[in-house]
Nanobody
Framework: QVQLVESGGKLVQTGASLVLSCAAS????????MGWFRQAPGKEREFVSS????????DYTDAIKGRFTISRDNAENTVYLQMNSLSPEDTAVYYC??????????????????WGQGTQVTVSS
């Protein structure tokens, strides 16, 4: 099975940009639909973005459309989340997730079977 490790989270100021990475091992990433989720303190884990196995199809939650971009490099077994124009509302632990199921729009956490440990993103005002 695949193992996922997120990195890149840190403390930044409002308006900053950040790139999160999710490195996969154990299995080729090309066989997985990938997603990013986030969980803020006291809130449920929420969908952020997803990307198909080929990288062609993508989905974003409305709150981050136009600011965040998901991408993947199957040769490097890595998925990225480019985050621009960050605001305090983006503060959360960010998780990457994987599933062998084909990509579809509007996925929830239950769609994915594999999860990383998360990386903290904190945006100060």
């Amino acid at each position: 099975q695949v193992q996922l490790v997120e990195s890149g989270g840190k403390l930044v100021q409002t308006g900053a940009s950040l790139v999160l990475s999710c490195a996969a091992s154990g299995r080729p990433l090309s066989g997985y639909t990938m997603g990013w989720f986030r969980q803020a303190p006291g809130k449920e884990r929420e969908f952020v973005s997803s990307i198909s196995m080929s990288g062609v199809l993508k989905d974003y939650t409305d709150a981050i459309k136009g600011r965040f971009t998901i991408s993947r490099d199957n040769a490097e077994n890595t998925v990225y989340l480019q985050m621009n124009s960050l605001s305090p509302e983006d503060t959360a632990v960010y998780y990457c997730a994987a599933t062998t199921r084909p990509w579809t729009r509007g996925t929830t956490a239950s769609f994915y079977g594999y999860w990383g440990q998360g990386t903290q993103v904190t945006v100060s005002s």
